[in-house]
């Protein structure tokens, strides 16, 4: 089953069985060996090696493959010399890898895999595994639950920022009061993680995030609504523009070669989770146009960056999908066949479609094609029968609990009717973005968009929700719909549509 799952991606599959086999429930052979010993090449070697887990994964390729090695050494003389060998040295970079907070990415599976094997091989008192035990000690929440991730506290904000830019003036994002926080996440120094140069962005203000594709293209949007606010003095100006550039110039040195962008490492592309993916790569588009205006025609970071966007574009007409759809790759759908997720997907290119003004291109009116076929019959989006299992989604949607025919989610029709807003003619409204508005409108009177639904993948497809998702979602569409039907330059009341507190959502 496991294999079946999970297929040729080890991330996941091995540290289960190997928990299964301390656990004395499988036999030490079913685990396969992870070569722990590549741990000891540079980092710049890594994507060369082959590895068998993603990129992200390199603490759980050091401390499970050091207890499989341990428990069951290979037979051949020289294999087992090597990996004695490097023992030692590939602990090293696990303690150099591990954060402050003792959390790798801040995330309690990954660390609880390193802890369990260093403590099974004799190895408690070791300083990797003291400080993964006071991680997951200090994670735990009060209900005895852990989170897959500390928080999202980043990606939250940013998300919130932007989505309230398309319902506010920029002068009332400035009392948010949050761009000294936002820019306070930039790295500025190599991290120890993945090697990645400074400049980019996590989805966490704590130690154990790491820079990415999707965070780091999300805050570069949010400084420039920011910077949009006339109580800016030349100084904050000053600030926002050089974090820009470092994040603008982060993104450009890790497109691969394929035109697209991967989530945190340049290069690989053997495995699901370390490959393009479109919704990375659409989100880097907007932002790269965000600030593109910003830049002179003599700056040669303009003349880069329109390169960048050229190859991406190239890269989504290639993996759009024969129907119209594109799939993301951080985002699914527990009910589709496939657990993806083509209406997450399809509107998040869209979006990058409608910032470079390319909505009338054949590849932008088949997606449009695609989600307007894909509208339910409710009015929403997605969603399927988990969600209608949901006693709150039928007493408000039926009003009976036999019904499972309406099936939409609050987060899937947001992004949806976002999408169909871009394509549609200058203040009007299509008839299924209509219907979308109405379904999104009634959901929030009834307290839908309270409740979220697992959407989002740790790696590794680990469902995870996020209880911001469907207010942020929410509020970015209708206040697109508000802006579309007063104009460009409308109010709405803030009354309405504010979110509280961003930063302080407990996440996945």
């Not at 070791?126 to 929440?141: E, I």
């Not at 830049?295 to 129907?323: C, H, N, P, T």
């Not at 970015?476 to 507190?501: F, I, K, M, T």
Request: hydrophobic letters at 40%; glycine letters at 8%; one cysteine or more.
């Amino acid at each position: 089953g496991l294999r079946r799952r999970y297929g040729r991606d080890k991330t996941f599959a091995v540290p289960i069985l190997t928990n299964a086999a301390l656990a004395g429930l499988a036999d030490w052979r079913e685990v396969s060996p992870l070569p722990f010993e590549a741990a000891c090449f540079p980092q710049s070697f890594y994507r060369f090696l082959q590895l068998p887990v993603v990129s992200y994964a390199i603490p759980a390729l050091v401390a499970i493959g050091q207890a499989r090695y341990f428990h069951r050494p290979p037979r051949n003389p020289l294999l087992r010399w090597l990996r004695r060998a490097a023992v030692g040295r590939s602990l090293e970079v696990l303690r150099r890898m591990q954060p402050a907070s003792g959390g790798y990415l801040e995330a309690v599976p990954l660390t609880s895999f390193v802890t369990m094997s260093l403590a099974a091989t004799d190895r408690a008192d070791h300083a990797v595994t003291r400080d993964g035990v006071r991680f997951l000690v200090d994670s735990v929440r009060p209900d005895g639950s852990w989170p897959i991730d500390t928080n999202l506290a980043c990606w939250n904000t940013t998300l919130s920022i932007n989505a309230l830019a398309n319902a506010e003036p920029a002068e009332s994002l400035a009392e948010l009061d949050c761009l000294d926080w936002v820019l306070g996440c930039q790295y500025h120094e190599r991290h120890p993680f993945t090697g990645a140069d400074p400049g980019g962005w996590g989805w966490s203000d704590l130690s154990g995030a790491v820079p990415d594709a999707d965070d780091t293209p999300g805050a570069l949007l949010a400084i420039a609504h920011c910077r949009r606010g006339e109580t800016l003095t030349d100084a904050d100006r000053q600030r926002i523009d050089r974090a820009a550039r470092m994040g603008i110039r982060w993104l450009l040195d890790l497109q691969n070669r394929d035109g697209g962008w991967p989530t945190f490492c340049r290069g690989w592309g053997k495995l699901p989770f370390d490959r393009s993916g479109a919704d990375l790569t659409a989100h880097v588009i907007r932002a790269f146009a965000a600030w593109r205006p910003s830049l002179s025609d003599a700056d040669l970071l303009k003349q880069e960056i329109d390169r960048a966007i050229e190859r991406g574009f190239r890269y989504l007409q290639r993996v759009q999908r024969a129907d119209g759809s594109w799939y993301p790759l951080w985002f699914g759908n527990q009910d589709h066949p496939d657990e993806e997720n083509p209406v997450y997907g399809t509107s998040k290119v869209l979006l990058a479609y409608r910032d470079t003004n390319q909505m009338e291109t054949s590849e932008a009116q088949r997606g449009l094609a695609w989600l307007t076929k894909a509208q339910n019959g409710d009015g929403g989006w997605g969603g399927g029968p988990s969600l209608a299992e949901n006693s709150m989604v039928r007493s408000v949607t039926t009003g009976a609990d036999d019904d499972h025919s309406i099936v939409s989610s609050v987060e899937e029709t947001a992004l949806a009717v976002e999408a169909l807003l871009a394509g549609g003619r200058p203040n009007t409204i299509e008839r299924e973005a209509e219907a979308g508005i109405a379904w999104l409108i009634e959901a929030v009177e009834a307290g839908r968009h309270r409740e979220s639904w697992p959407i989002g993948f740790y790696f590794a497809k680990l469902w995870y929700y996020e209880k911001l998702y469907p207010q942020i979602f929410t509020v970015s569409a209708l206040g697109q719909a508000c802006r579309l039907l007063l104009g460009a330059d409308a109010e709405v009341p803030p009354s309405r549509l504010s979110l509280a507190h961003p930063t302080n959502a407990t996440a996945r």
